[in-house]
C-alpha cells in the first residue's frame, strides 16, 4: 500500500467511506462490516472517513475497530451550524461514537 503524509500522519491512498455501508440501525448484525475491517487490516489501509450525519455509521465503526483503533486514522466530519456551541456538540458525539479519545482528522462539511 502507498501512503501519503497527512501532516504528521502517514494514511493510505486508498480509505473507506463509511456512508452506505456502515449507516446501520443499532440491532445490525456487524459481522459484514468486521469482515470490511478484516480486509483493510489485510491490505494496509488505514484511514476511514465517516460522519455523525451518516446515522449510525459511527458507531458502528467505533463497534468494528475496537481493540484495533491504533490500526486507523479516523476522519469525521463537522456541518457548519450558525448556532453557539453547535460544532463543540458536533464533535463530543463524533468522540461518543467512536468510543475512542481522539480522532485524527476533522472536517468542515458545508
Not at 502507498?2 to 467511506?17: A, F, Q
Not at 490500526?71 to 468522540?95: D, Y
Request: aromatic residues 8%.
Amino acid at each position: 500500500m502507498e501512503y501519503r503524509k497527512l501532516g504528521n500522519l502517514d494514511v493510505s491512498v486508498i480509505g473507506l467511506g463509511t456512508l452506505r455501508a456502515f449507516d446501520v440501525t443499532e440491532d445490525a448484525d456487524l459481522a459484514p462490516r468486521r469482515h470490511i475491517i478484516d480486509n483493510l487490516l489485510i491490505e494496509d489501509i488505514n484511514f476511514i472517513d465517516s460522519a455523525a450525519m451518516y446515522g449510525a455509521a459511527e458507531k458502528a465503526v467505533g463497534l468494528t475497530i475496537e481493540g484495533r483503533r491504533e490500526s486507523f486514522h479516523l476522519a469525521t466530519k463537522v456541518r457548519v451550524n450558525p448556532e453557539r456551541g453547535a460544532g463543540e456538540n458536533q464533535i463530543s458525539e463524533s468522540f461518543a461514537n467512536f468510543n475512542t479519545d481522539f480522532i485524527d482528522l476533522f472536517q468542515v462539511q458545508t
